[in-house]
């Protein structure tokens, strides 16, 4: 089984910055696709931004542009930028293998407020 461990959530002002760290750790056969997905209260888990084992990404129309995602072999760093209030959510990681199935963390908060 993987386990996924994240870190550097936290309480920060508008136009702040944070960074998330996610690391995966257990019995892993490659990782192809690692990711952020967030989740507010009354909504659905929504997708912040993957990346690829060839390091292709993807990113929501919300975040493209202040966030940007990079990868080691089982790691994933999130760097937000200009964060706003509208980016308060649970941030939780994802990390897909083919050949064992697909893994969450726990989550961390990330509260954007004044």
């Known amino acids: 089984q993987v386990q996924l461990v994240e870190s550097g959530g936290g309480l920060v002002q508008p136009g702040g910055s944070l960074r998330l760290s996610c690391v995966a750790s257990?019995?892993?056969?490659?990782?192809?696709?690692m990711g952020w997905h967030r989740q507010t209260p009354g909504k659905q888990r929504e997708l912040v931004a993957v990346?690829?084992?060839?390091?292709s990404t993807t990113y929501s129309d919300y975040v493209k542009g202040r966030f940007t995602i990079s990868r080691g072999k089982n790691t994933v760093t999130l760097q937000m930028n200009s964060l706003k209030p509208e980016d308060t959510a649970v941030y939780y990681c994802?990390?897909?293998?083919?050949?064992?199935?697909?893994?969450w963390g726990q989550g961390t908060q990330v509260t954007v407020s004044s």
């Open positions: 257990g019995t892993i056969f490659n990782l192809s696709v």
């Open positions: 994802n990390a897909l293998s083919l050949a064992q199935g697909d893994f």
């Open positions: 990346i690829r084992g060839g390091s």
